[in-house]
């Protein structure tokens, strides 16, 4: 699987979003359902898929991307915690802030399906 291809096949997965700036940053929140044939699900337990964790925060960097308008490149995170998983065609909830820093900006993030918590913390990103 190549960056692109995983852009191309989340921006696919994609349901909705929206972004709006505050006095703290700029919030963002969108939704994504994976369905079976998500080439990330390829190998990543063919007979149970699982969302692998790198194409969970794909997903927060790219609704971060789509809210800044700018191309970003992930340089850190910090207290990242997955505490549960995400299959094929169900919907992940990704709920953001984005506060800008001296070297970019971090990314407080928080990924849920239903009611379950699915994984929070923050990236760091930059300008590509």
């Not at 700029?26 to 964790?53: M, N, T, W």
Request: hydrophobic fraction near 40%.
């Amino acid at each position: 699987m190549t960056s692109q291809s995983l852009t191309d096949d989340l921006h696919h997965s994609l349901l909705s979003w929206q972004s709006e700036e505050t006095a703290t940053g700029i919030k963002f929140s969108g939704s994504y359902r994976f369905s079976a044939d998500f080439l990330a699900f390829r190998g990543h337990f063919p007979e149970q898929p699982v969302l692998p964790a790198i194409v969970q925060l794909a997903a927060v960097r790219q609704l971060a991307e789509r809210s800044l308008n700018k191309k970003l490149l992930t340089s850190g995170c910090e207290r990242i915690k997955f505490r549960g998983v995400v299959g094929a065609e169900q919907v992940l909830d990704i709920m953001g802030t984005l506060i800008k820093e001296d070297k970019g900006w971090q990314v407080q993030f928080n990924l849920r399906h239903d009611t379950n918590k699915i994984a929070d913390g923050s990236l760091m990103v930059q300008e590509a």
